[in-house]
């Protein structure tokens, strides 16, 4: 609870501007007595003046110290009051007014620095606060801790105004609710409301745009998800597309081998062809003979034999017909070995053919997730090996079949070369032996 302890007026109503009245408040109770005119009434009046800035009725003018009783042009006025706060600290506000004669003669008031000076707990030196830097009256209400109105309507009370609760109910309820600050506290009741809606409705829609956000973040995990699963897809097709790449890089090796192998064949044939023509032409020459039989002993037969043996034309047919058979026996060992490539051929197409299965199923299933991912989010589809892939495929394809059909044509021509190199065999034979007889028949002089 404030009390107050001291108060000097200066220059206010009746008490002169040139000494200072000092007024000591005793406690529990002050009373003012005094003659009609005294200043009880201005010493109420000043201290509602310094605590709530309140004038009695009239002009500040008429509040100070008249110009002409004291018979000068300035008078300055003082109200000094002393007092303990809320806090029981030592309070001494001051506040100063001037009343003056202005320059076109009329008085002038007006109303200078004011100050409050607070004293902690046992402190000898004071902090001043200045009114240039804080609200004078709104800091004396807060250090005297009681409502402008209380001071106003109880404490500080005119005996003049002190018949307000027998007043009007109008005027009463104002009174009452300046009092008990009704309207400060309705329009205060107003604002929480309006305040506490406010603040449900922005909750309300906090709320939902935090079950969205959660609901965004939910799908957008999900998708994460998703578009991983679908990386790692895509990661796996493109190894398998890779490894099937690096297959086709394999089957295009072995196609080359098989195509050096397939001239090989060709060169083959082409050498049987040869060969071929030279037993036709001695399938003629053997034709053209036409050896008798002998007609002498076996003894004469047997000397001519070892002597035709000898001759330098035997030994010359001889090794022709050692030639003869080496080069038989070469082509039989090339057909055998032109047998067990197309063999090793025919294994490599029937792969080429499984490869070219697995990597249809393995481009259809990654053009199927590309395009399934590209659709899904929104992404361009690289699928440009693709058509390669197709096309490189198609053409291992049909230079596979190619290959096939030309080992089954060089086949059938090598049936017919070693049917052939068979005839011709018996047909050296034959000639030998028609050589031998045309021998013994010049060396006996039998007539041909």
């Known amino acids: 609870m404030a009390l107050f302890e001291e108060m000097i007026i200066q220059g206010i109503r009746a008490y002169p501007p040139t000494t200072q009245s000092v007024i000591k408040f005793v406690h529990p109770l002050t009373i003012i ?12 009046e000043a201290l509602n003046n310094i605590c ?6 009239g002009q500040k003018q008429a509040f100070l110290h008249d110009l002409e009783n004291a018979k000068t042009v300035k008078v300055d006025a003082l109200i000094k009051l002393r007092f303990r706060d809320v806090r029981n600290r030592e309070i001494v506000a001051c506040t100063r007014m001037t009343n003056l004669v202005g320059k076109e003669g009329k008085n002038q008031t007006k109303a200078d620095e004011q100050t409050i000076k607070v004293y902690p707990h046992g402190g000898e030196r004071g902090i001043a606060i200045s009114s240039k830097t804080i609200d004078f009256r709104a800091e004396m209400l807060n250090l005297l801790g009681i409502p402008k109105s209380i001071l106003e309507n109880v404490v500080f009370c005119h005996q003049e105004n002190s ?27 107003e604002k929480g409301k309006s305040r506490l809606k406010e603040l449900r409705e922005t909750y309300m829609l906090a709320c939902a745009e935090h079950d969205g956000a959660l609901a965004i973040q939910n799908e957008k995990q999900i998708a994460q998800t998703r578009l991983e699963t679908k990386q790692l897809e895509l990661q796996q097709a493109g190894d398998r597309q890779r490894e099937v790449a690096k297959e086709m890089n394999d089957l295009t090796k072995s ?57 330098t034309e035997y030994r010359s047919a001889s090794m022709q017909k050692a030639q003869l058979e080496k080069k038989l026996k070469e082509f039989d060992n090339e057909a055998e070995q032109v047998k067990v490539e197309k063999r090793k051929a025919e294994q490599e197409v029937t792969r080429v053919s499984a490869m070219e299965m697995h990597r249809n199923s393995t481009a259809a299933a990654l053009h199927e997730l590309t395009v399934s991912i590209a659709n899904e989010f929104g992404l361009r589809a690289d699928v440009k090996m693709l058509p390669q892939l197709e096309a490189l495929g198609e053409g291992l394809r049909s ?23 068979s005839n011709a065999r018996l047909s050296l034979q034959i000639e030998h032996k028609s050589l031998m007889v045309r021998w013994c028949a010049r060396v006996g002089n039998v007539a041909l």
Do not use: Y
């Not at 709530?52 to 009725?57: K, R, W």
């Not at 609760?165 to 309705?186: C, H, M, N, W, Y």
């Open 399 to 421: 230079e596979g079949e190619g290959r096939v059909h030309a080992l089954a044509a060089a086949e059938s021509e090598l049936r017919a070369a070693l049917e052939s190199a």
């Open 255 to 311: 196609m080359r081998e098989a195509a050096q192998q397939l001239q090989q064949l060709r060169d083959a044939a082409h050498q049987r062809n040869v060969v071929l023509a030279r037993l036709d032409g001695l399938r003629k020459q053997r034709e053209m003979l036409n050896v008798p039989e002998w007609s002498g002993s076996e003894k004469e037969l047997r000397e001519m034999i070892k002597e035709m043996e000898s001759s």
């Open 163 to 189: 018949t307000w609760p027998l007043s009007e109910p109008a005027k009463l309820k104002e009174r009452f609710d300046a009092i008990f600050q009704l309207t400060g506290f309705v329009k205060f009741v």
């Open 52 to 57: 709530t800035g309140a004038l009695p009725q």
């Open 33 to 44: 007595q005094g003659n009609n005119g005294c200043g009880k009434t201005t010493i109420i």
